[in-house]
């Protein structure tokens, strides 16, 4: 995650000690799928879920042993995602035993099936945050979701954890279909006093697979980026600031220090310092993921490889196993990327983008993501 908002206005914010801090150095921030079963029928879906049920998935003993072992293990972030965890009725008590072992339990769900009785009793419980997934305004988020209406209920949700004073925000990701709608998402923040938003690059997973030639040009991503940015210093210097992250293409980092360079030199050297200390992307290290059927991947987006299964063994043990040869590797995964990866200048504060996209255009885990949109002269040395 870049964090716009801290770098652009210097802005403390919650999870800074994992994205800036050696807290994020010690053990990974966790996804749990804790279930494929969506009630929504999403076109970028990158676990191609549907409303059926599914077999195979973790129960509430085995989630509960999966948590004691990664609260001993240290990770300090337990997301629960889907499909749509919502859907599973042990949530509330699987979460509640997260908390009791110590753990920031976030939430990522599409936000229909919140109710103000749900919404108090993640706030009870301490539940730290709930991401909203939004595709844009009315007609384009219903279009995205396949669900008529989907865009009240989500929106109801959203309102429905505010008025709780459960901290919640937007998660967009960002395509052709929808960056027409950007604009009108960051009016809908600040009218709806949203805190916080993430905007989403899109992987190549799942369904998003099919969305390849919908995904922004590099000028198109250059593009967005400084509307981000642009929405975000204003909001700021008006008093009214948000935290506003991008998400999953960590060429934004350069993108952001290189703009900061030209309009704010003392600024842009703050945000080099955070960025070198960030180290970008960090599936396989400092993000991993847990499967509904238990197997443990690099990160959620990335299924195609599992490093073994939480019924079988920990994660902890699968997570530390390094006689793996990808895992050991993702460890030091600055060593092993090619092309212009390999070359680039800002490999220390990119980390070599996303592997689950390289794969998934050219077939080899090390080639240089195909979403970067620097240029050549950009990441000359």
């Known amino acids: 995650m870049i964090s716009i908002s801290r770098l652009c206005c210097g802005t403390a914010e919650t999870m800074d000690s994992l994205r800036y801090g050696g807290e994020k150095h010690k053990r990974p921030v966790v996804v749990w799928n804790m279930t494929r079963r ?52 042990d949530l509330p008590e699987l979460a509640e035993f997260a908390v009791d072992q110590g753990m920031r339990v976030v939430l990522s769900t599409n936000g229909t099936l919140l109710t103000r009785e749900l919404a108090y009793t993640f706030k009870k419980i301490g539940v730290s945050y709930v991401g909203v997934s939004v595709d844009g305004m009315e007609k384009t988020h219903d279009g995205f979701r396949g669900v008529k209406g989907a865009f009240d209920m989500t929106l109801k949700g959203i309102r429905i954890c505010r008025d709780e004073g459960i901290k919640v925000g937007m998660r967009v990701t960002m395509n052709r279909k929808n960056v027409a709608d950007i604009p009108a998402l960051f009016e809908l923040i600040e009218t709806e006093n949203i805190p916080r938003a993430c905007f989403y690059h899109l992987v190549y997973s799942g369904r998003g697979s099919r969305l390849v030639n919908e995904d922004l040009s590099p000028d198109e991503k250059r593009r967005v980026l400084d509307l981000i940015m642009d929405k975000t210093m204003d909001m700021f210097n008006r008093g009214k600031p948000k935290e506003i992250l ?117 077939g080899d885990i090390w080639a240089p993501d195909p979403a970067c949109y620097l240029t050549e002269k950009e990441i000359a040395k």
Not at 270 to 275: F, I
Not at 285 to 314: K, L, M, Y
Request: hydrophobic residues 35%.
């Open 246 to 362: 991008t998400v999953d293409n960590h060429a934004d980092g350069p993108y952001v220090y290189m703009r900061l360079l030209e309009e704010d030199p003392e600024r842009a050297r703050e945000a080099m310092s955070l960025l070198m200390v960030n180290e970008g992307n960090s599936s396989g290290s400092g993000i991993g993921c847990v499967s509904w059927d238990g197997e443990v991947h690099a990160d959620q987006f990335w299924r195609g490889v599992s490093f073994g299964n939480v019924r079988e063994r920990p994660f902890s043990k699968i997570w530390m196993d390094t006689s793996n040869e990808l895992m050991f590797r993702l460890k030091d995964r600055k060593k092993y990327v090619k092309g212009r990866c390999a070359d680039c200048r800002w490999l220390d504060i990119c980390g070599g983008n996303f592997r689950a996209r390289a794969e998934a255009v050219t």
């Open 38 to 89: 969506c009630n929504l029928n999403c076109i970028h879906c990158y676990s191609s879920s549907q409303n059926i049920r599914y077999s195979n998935e973790l129960t509430t003993d085995e989630g509960k042993k999966l948590i004691s072992d990664l609260a001993s293990f240290g990770s300090p972030v337990l997301l629960f995602s889907g499909g749509e965890p919502m859907i599973r009725e």
